[in-house]
Nanobody, 120 residues
Framework: QVQLVESGGGLVQAGGSLRLSCVASGRTFSSYAVGWFRQAPGKERDFVATIVRNGEVTYYADSVKGRFTISRDNAKNTAYLQMNSLKPEDTALYSC?????????????WGQGTQVTVSS
């Protein structure tokens, strides 16, 4: 079992920045790929970014490419999502997830999420 807890969300003006954190506990964090997802009210959950176990490979949704950066510190059992140049359409509940399988596999563990609200 892996427990994930997100933090760092909040209210920010368009053009601003936030850094989300995802702290893991329970199992060896470096054994899991980590992804960030978001869900806006009334919409389906969307993929945002993912990072492989050793942090050397990352993937992004086209909508955030060039603005968001995913990273991880396995020594701190933490993954991050640096979000720059935020837009009102980035407003959503952001959740991190972990998988012990390939990053294309369904994620096994999920956090509760942290709310990000971007005002225009």
């Amino acid at each position: 079992q892996v427990q994930l807890v997100e933090s760092g969300g909040g209210l920010v003006q368009a053009g601003g920045s936030l850094r989300l954190s995802c702290v893991a506990s329970g199992r060896t964090f470096s054994s899991y790929a980590v992804g960030w997802f978001r869900q806006a009210p009334g919409k389906e959950r969307d993929f945002v970014a993912t990072i492989v176990r050793n942090g050397e490979v990352t993937y992004y949704a086209d909508s955030v490419k060039g603005r968001f950066t995913i990273s991880r510190d396995n020594a701190k059992n933490t993954a991050y999502l640096q979000m720059n140049s935020l837009k009102p359409e980035d407003t959503a509940l952001y959740s991190c997830a972990a998988t012990s399988q390939a990053i294309s596999s369904p994620y096994e563990y999920w956090g509760q999420g942290t709310q990000v609200t971007v005002s225009s």
